[in-house]
C-alpha cells in the first residue's frame, strides 16, 4: 500500500509559476515509476510528466520546456516544476505512483492559472 499526498497547487496568473508536491508513505527508491496527471473539466485525464525508477523522464508536449518532474530520494518526494503556466494547465493534478502490478493515486491538488 501506498499513500500519496499532494500540495502546492493553487490560482497563478499566466506566464507565473508552481511547484506541485507528492509526498510517499514508502521509500521511494521501491516504487517503479511515478507520474503527475491532470484533468480538466469535460476532459479525459492525460499523464503530465513521468519519472521511472531509473530516473528517465517523459512529458506530454505540451508541457515540454516549461514543466520539470523531479524526486528527491531522501525525502521520498517528487516534484513537479511548473514555469510559464497558461490558462489551458488549469486542472485537477494527481500523483500516481506503479509498485509491481499495483496503482495507486493522491487526492489531487487544483491548479488554476488566469489570464
Known amino acids: 500500500q501506498v499513500q500519496l499526498v499532494e500540495s502546492g497547487g493553487g490560482l497563478v496568473q499566466a506566464g507565473g509559476s508552481l511547484r506541485l508536491s507528492c509526498a510517499t508513505s514508502?521509500?521511494?527508491?521501491?516504487?517503479?515509476?511515478m507520474g503527475w496527471y491532470r484533468q480538466a473539466p469535460g476532459k479525459q485525464r492525460e499523464l503530465v510528466a513521468g519519472?521511472?525508477?531509473?530516473?528517465?523522464?517523459n512529458y506530454v508536449d505540451s508541457v515540454k520546456g516549461r514543466f520539470t518532474i523531479s524526486r528527491d530520494n531522501a525525502k521520498n518526494t517528487v516534484y513537479l516544476q511548473m514555469n510559464s503556466l497558461k490558462p489551458e494547465d488549469t486542472a485537477v493534478y494527481y500523483c500516481?505512483?506503479?509498485?509491481?502490478?499495483?496503482?495507486?493515486w493522491g487526492q489531487g491538488t487544483q491548479v488554476t492559472v488566469s489570464s
Open positions: 519519472i521511472s525508477l531509473g530516473g528517465k523522464t
Open positions: 500516481n505512483a506503479h509498485v509491481g502490478p499495483y496503482e495507486y
Open positions: 514508502r521509500r521511494i527508491f521501491s516504487i517503479n515509476s
